[in-house]
């Protein structure tokens, strides 16, 4: 067994003696950690991993306690009934929130979550059905066949148990389909579109269920107590559970129990000591706290779960399981048309960037876009892949018009693409990288990767990223972080997650920038035999050896105008394009 393993047993045969070996007071300290750690566990999820930051969560925690709370004192449900009903409300609040709220970004969006914690915090407040400051009391405790959590001993195993799933469901959903999709989010937003990922629909669906824990925690919070009043879901509740899951690791999905731990300790911890070191009471815990968190994120600015992970090394992964290949897309028969560009333009204010661009391109051929720098290819790029919009002109991908259409609804119609400026996600291996292309190819969603439901369809897509990785050449890194490998590699490695996703059409940008002598011939190798296959590539390069040796034909563009189009030799004894690239000739 390895060490990792037989220090998580440890600490579960820990968690499940606690309460029969430990004092009250320390059983109460480890209810309100497990509390805390509910709420920092969808931070981890919604800002470290996915990159939404939100400052109000504390507003879910209460919207969820306050409803259990009116619903179990005041119209007689019981307390499961209430949970129930706190779910489904702060579902429907944390839909409408996020419907408003993700539409911004950067400081727009941490202030937009700070407004609406302060405003909701007010009107629990102001309310009278609630009981204003003074808050509702005298909530019934949670009970299981009879057997009611009414002391601190008892609800801990509840607290515990539930948080422990959660953790679990957590771990099980980074860890899929869907799970690598919000690991792009933060960073990678451009690239996910591109592999069909509808980013603005996966941030609502991280937002709420970040909202959901909350709301469980407010649940519990509110059995466990038998009271609640607004003074617990104020802003600064609120900083709080985002230091937690900071202080924790805010990428780490156990992190948000070692940052409730740590944060809630030493609060208690120094809220006790500094008094007596003072001689008197204040305020000076908030002081002391502030530069132990300074000093702890100069030290450790990843979190102290990442500090741990190190010294818990894994075993070697090992090689990726068989599984049934996936389906493949129908080939258009070499020779028709496939790429049909015509009239396209683009203006950035005053500038034209590209001005009435045309050509086409057929099945299984090779299409090479030169020019000079600034002559607008990769501009041209970005709009046949809906990655831009364009102002004019029309783009039809096996006669269907794609121009106006965002780039995941273009790849659903199979056009898959590498980027310029290499875009992978530096901390996900390179077969989670891969797989990431065949995001399209599978169907099952959160809640089937949360209930681990889901394990046949994701072996076949790791099956499949596996398969192309080893088609590129790069089996060896195959579990190797994708921002370890140098710049050319990584190069491939976009190729390969372009060729997971079974396109008709492939757009590389640049594929051959980086690469060594050797590895340039075997990429114009692959390129060819991808060719024979029936595939149709569109290649925008600067390498004019690598372009003249490989494409079919070429089409070059200067000023944000083609120039030429014809064959490689034909190119090359354009006098236009000679005086394009060279400045003239004698």
């Not at 259990?68 to 702060?90: F, K, Q, Y």
């Not at 204010?349 to 051929?365: C, K, M, P, Q, Y």
Request: some cysteine.
């Amino acid at each position: 067994m390895r060490r990792a393993q037989v220090i998580l047993a440890l600490v579960v045969a820990l968690l499940v003696l606690a309460p029969f070996v430990l004092p009250a007071y320390h059983v109460t300290l480890l209810n309100y950690i497990g509390l805390a750690a509910l709420v920092a566990l969808g931070l981890v999820v919604m800002t470290g991993v996915g990159g939404i930051v939100s400052f109000g969560q504390q507003a879910f925690v209460g919207i969820a306690a306050y409803t259990t709370a009116a619903l179990t004192t005041m119209a007689g449900w019981s307390p499961w009934a209430g949970l129930a009903a706190s779910l489904v409300l702060v579902a429907l609040s944390a839909l409408l929130i996020g419907a408003v709220t993700l539409r911004l970004s950067g400081h727009y969006l941490s202030i937009a979550t700070i407004a609406w914690g302060i405003a909701i915090y007010h009107l629990f407040g102001n309310l009278p059905l609630l009981g204003q400051f003074s808050g509702i009391d005298n909530l019934p405790p949670a009970a299981v066949a009879g057997f009611e959590f009414n002391t601190g001993r008892r609800s801990y195993f509840l607290i515990w148990c539930v948080l422990i799933a959660t953790l679990v469901a957590a771990r099980n959903l980074l860890d899929s389909r869907p799970g690598r999709a919000i690991r792009a989010l933060r960073f990678r937003g451009v690239m996910a579109e591109s592999c069909g990922v509808d980013t603005s629909a996966l941030k609502l669906v991280v937002f709420v269920y970040a909202a959901l824990l909350a709301a469980l925690s407010g649940w519990l919070t509110a059995h466990f107590l038998r009271f609640v009043s607004p003074h617990a879901f104020g802003v600064n509740a609120g900083i709080d559970y985002l230091f937690m899951a900071i202080v924790g690791g805010a990428s780490e999905v156990w992190g948000a129990v070692v940052g409730s731990a740590v944060m809630t300790i030493l609060k208690e911890w120094l809220s006790d000591l500094l008094p007596v070191l003072f001689g008197h009471s204040g305020n000076y815990e908030t002081i002391v706290f502030g530069v132990l968190m300074l000093v702890l994120l100069q030290y450790a600015r990843g979190g102290l779960m990442p500090v741990i992970s190190r010294l818990l090394p894994d075993a070697p992964a090992g090689p990726v399981a068989h599984a049934p290949a996936l389906e493949r897309r129908a080939r258009a028969a070499a020779g028709t048309p496939l790429l049909e560009v015509s009239g396209l333009t683009k203006t950035f204010g005053g500038l034209t960037a590209v001005n009435d661009i045309g050509f086409s391109l057929r099945a299984g051929e090779i299409l090479g876009l030169i020019g000079p720098n600034g002559a607008g290819k990769s501009t041209t790029f970005n709009l046949v892949s809906g990655s831009l919009a364009a102002n004019g002109g029309s783009v039809k991908l096996a006669g269907e018009r794609i121009d106006g259409k965002p780039s995941r609804a273009i790849a659903r119609r199979g056009l898959a693409r590498s980027f310029q400026h290499v875009n992978l996600v530096s901390n996900m291996t390179v077969l989670e990288n891969v797989a990431m292309g065949a995001y399209l190819r599978g169907r099952r969603g959160t809640l089937a990767a949360m209930l681990r439901t889901d394990r046949a369809e994701e072996a076949r897509l790791l099956a499949e990223a596996a398969r192309q990785i080893e088609r590129v050449g790069l089996a060896e890194h195959m579990h190797d972080a994708a921002g370890s490998l140098p710049l050319g590699r990584q190069r491939i490695v976009e190729i390969a997650r372009a060729l997971a996703a079974d396109p008709v059409l492939l757009l590389l940008d640049e594929p051959a920038a980086g690469l060594r002598y050797g590895e340039k011939q075997e990429l114009s190798e692959l390129l060819r035999g991808l060719r024979a296959e029936g595939l149709s590539i569109l290649l925008v390069e600067h390498d004019m050896d690598f372009v003249m040796n490989l494409v079919d034909r070429l089409v070059v563009m200067d000023f944000g105008e083609k120039l030429a189009e014809g064959l490689p030799a034909e190119i090359q004894a354009n006098p236009a394009v000679i005086e394009a690239y060279l400045g003239g000739i004698e």
